[in-house]
């Protein structure tokens, strides 16, 4: 057994990374200034995005624009239950109704053929959530977004880096990136909006800063400007420099980063192929780069003589941990008591989430680590 506990994610955070985190705090400007813009910039570059702007999370990010594209009550938003809760608590927030679409079995993402069914002439956005690093097909959600009259914002919270059909996520239509911890890149806190409409760019730059007619940092006054006025009524979910000069220095690394993850996903899925029971998630059958931002398997109980909880709680005490991404959301306690959500609803979204698990998987790891995760899989389950 290990003596060293080994978590699931840990930040890789270098000691220039810190260096510059000091410069900063010794600047005596450390809130929203040059080194926020600068990622806005740098973020833009790499994604290929026509803008973006920074915020300090992608759930503030998310707020923003659903306050931008005017979602309120009565609206219908789909988007899948395999997510993290943020963004359906925000959907509730705003007044308007979580339409889940079912996911595919094996890449646990949303599709055309899941969405379609479910819109009405209510239905005002779409939500597909790129999930553990994959990307959604697109293509047929942009097409039928476009017949119908219907706005599209990507949560890829898991995709820095991912790419769909030779482009990088979030270079296309609007992107909602997260740069929390467990991330591939990281602010410690913080988030990116990218998108190729200007306008929506401006709400979402208003909204994140109290709703003032100018930013939160003015680039040509390179300070703030005393006499901006309100717009809008907006919220305080701007980007500190902290956070930023801290995420310049993992973007440029997010490539390197990313390539490491996939080398140790393939040691993942070559060593775990002679274990019966657990089973790797399935890759996307069209164009695309994996960012492998999660390892997740499912961890079938006939096989393995344990659920998929007893499994996690067996691994800790041996100093391997787990994560859990993610219990569906129609079936967390406040969707299920005050909006009658229930199982039956979703087959292929209730059956992964009953059964899904991440392993360790971050771009320090060495590769007897994922030896020592394995070789304790098979001890666990024997």
């Not at 192929?273 to 994996?290: C, F, Q, R, S, V």
């Not at 859990?324 to 969707?335: D, G, S, T």
């Not at 320090?364 to 024997?382: L, W």
Request: charge should be negative; glycine fraction near 10%; proline fraction near 5%.
């Amino acid at each position: 057994m290990r003596t060293d506990f080994l978590p699931f994610s840990k930040p890789s955070i270098s000691e220039d990374e810190i260096a510059a985190v000091g410069d900063v705090l010794r600047s005596g400007w450390i809130t929203t200034g040059p080194h926020a813009a600068e990622l806005e910039d740098a973020f833009s570059d790499y994604t290929g995005a026509g803008g973006s702007v920074a915020v300090a999370s992608a759930t503030g990010g998310m707020h923003c624009v659903l306050e931008a594209l005017g979602i309120g009550p009565g609206d219908e938003v789909i988007t899948p239950s395999m997510t993290w809760v943020s963004t359906v608590n925000l959907i509730c927030l705003q007044g308007a109704i979580p339409v889940f679409a079912d996911v595919d079995n094996e890449t646990l993402m949303i599709s055309r053929e899941t969405i379609e069914p479910l819109i009405t002439e209510r239905t005002r956005l779409i939500i597909p959530v790129h999930y553990a690093g994959a990307p959604v097909d697109m293509d047929p959600i942009r097409e039928l977004a476009a017949e119908r009259g219907i706005a599209i914002v990507e949560d890829a919270a898991h995709a820095a880096g991912t790419e769909y059909k030779g482009e990088r996520i979030g270079r296309k239509g609007t992107a909602i990136f997260s740069f929390h911890p467990i991330k591939n890149m990281t602010t410690g806190e913080g988030g990116m909006v990218c998108s190729d409409d200007p306008k929506l760019l401006d709400k979402v730059k208003s909204l994140k800063f109290h709703g003032l007619g100018v930013d939160a940092f003015d680039r040509q006054a390179l300070g703030r400007v005393p006499q901006a006025q309100v717009m809008r009524p907006g919220y305080k979910y701007n980007m500190t420099d902290i956070a930023a000069v801290l995420g310049l220095g993992q973007l440029a690394r997010l490539d390197g980063f990313n390539q490491r993850r996939a080398g140790l996903a393939a040691l993942y899925r070559e060593r775990l192929a002679e274990i019966p029971g657990i089973i790797p998630l399935g890759a996307p059958n069209y164009d695309h780069l994996h960012a492998w931002h999660l390892f997740i398997v499912r961890v079938d109980i006939d096989r393995c003589g344990m659920g998929r909880d007893e499994f996690m709680a067996e691994l800790k005490t041996k100093n391997i941990g787990t994560g859990l991404h993610f219990r569906a959301v129609h079936l967390q306690k406040y969707y299920t008591e005050t909006m009658g959500m229930g199982r039956g609803m979703l087959p292929n979204t209730e059956w992964n989430s009953d059964r899904i698990c991440s392993l360790p998987l971050f771009p320090d790891m060495e590769d007897r680590d994922i030896a020592d995760v394995v070789h304790t899989i098979k001890e666990v389950i024997s």
